[in-house]
């Protein structure tokens, strides 16, 4: 009987009156953000994320450090923020070695199927090309294209490999 007044106690406690029907979570929309592009506007030949913009003709390793051997039609792909202003630019070398075995080479620069500049270089050495880029050459939030493409390779007579030229950096930049 000493335990009849803690138990009615106890059973007391226990009733709550909680709802049976709850209602439902705030329903949101769900946000709608573009799936980033991994394509940058311009890449260095050393950066991690540089062989997702190579299509043809470029080395698949880093060399020095800093560059990669580019070969008869080197191809990049890029994504550019704007179609306003946009230069294409790229630092590349003309190796001495190569140019003794083949003679002056010509390179010609096209965007997306536009030929946007032909040189030849006789001499070796770091260079560094830049030139506005047509508007209506580019396509916003889609690949856009650029060959660089030399009219004669040097290839290594050990083991065959095309050489053109060494390509640092390369890609669009505003003016």
């Not at 299509?55 to 800093?66: H, K, M, N, Q």
């Not at 994504?79 to 003309?94: E, G, L, N």
């Not at 009219?151 to 640092?168: E, S």
Request: glycine share 6%; with cysteine; hydrophobic share 40%.
């Amino acid at each position: 009987m000493r335990f009849l007044p803690s138990l009615l106690a106890l059973l007391l406690c226990g009733c709550v009156n909680i709802p049976d029907v709850y209602a439902p979570p705030q329903q949101r929309k769900p946000l709608s953000v573009e799936d980033p592009s991994p394509l940058k506007s311009f890449i260095n030949m050393n950066d991690m994320a540089a062989p997702t913009h190579f299509v043809r003709d470029i080395a698949p390793t880093v060399e020095g450090g800093l560059w990669r051997w580019a070969r008869k039609s080197p191809t990049l792909m890029f994504s550019v923020p704007t179609t306003k202003s946009m230069k294409f630019a790229m630092d590349f070398t003309i190796s001495g070695h190569t140019l003794k075995e083949t003679g002056p080479i010509t390179m010609t620069i096209t965007i997306n199927g536009h030929e946007l500049d032909k040189t030849t270089y006789s001499t070796e050495g770091d260079r560094h090309f830049e030139k506005p880029v047509p508007e209506d050459w580019l396509h916003l939030k889609q690949e856009n294209l650029v060959t660089m493409e030399v009219d004669k390779v040097y290839v290594a007579p050990a083991d065959q490999v095309v050489l053109g030229f060494v390509l640092t950096r390369a890609g669009f930049i505003q003016q």
